[in-house]
């Protein structure tokens, strides 16, 4: 059984930082692309970052040079460091395991301008 946990969302200013982290139980993760997604009100749910098992990092035009995503397979932890945050950052962010149907809660993410 995989559960994926987010933390670390929260209300932040135009231009600041956060950091967030997923946790991921199950054997699933070392193995496995992950990614986060994220969902503003009224809107699509939409890929944000993704990270394959060795390394290798894609990101939405809208946050790269911004947001890095990372993970620790010896954690079984994805990161996502977001810093100059804009408030169209706002939403939901959730952690995915790539091309399936394992999800996260989902993290609140509010940026205030």
């Known amino acids: 059984q995989v559960q994926l946990v987010e933390s670390g969302g929260g209300l932040a200013q135009a231009g600041g930082s956060l950091r967030l982290s997923c946790a991921a139980s199950g054997s699933i993760f070392r193995l496995n692309a992950m990614a986060w997604y994220r969902q503003a009100p009224g809107k699509q749910r939409e890929l944000v970052a993704r990270i394959t098992s060795s390394g290798t990092t894609i990101y939405a035009d809208s946050v790269r040079g911004r947001f890095t995503i990372s993970r620790d397979n010896a954690k079984s932890t994805m990161y996502l460091l977001m810093n100059s945050l804009k408030p169209e950052d706002t939403g939901v962010y959730y952690c995915?395991?790539?091309?399936?149907?394992?999800w996260g809660q989902g993290t609140q993410v509010t940026v205030s301008s």
């Open positions: 995915n395991v790539w091309s399936s149907g394992f």
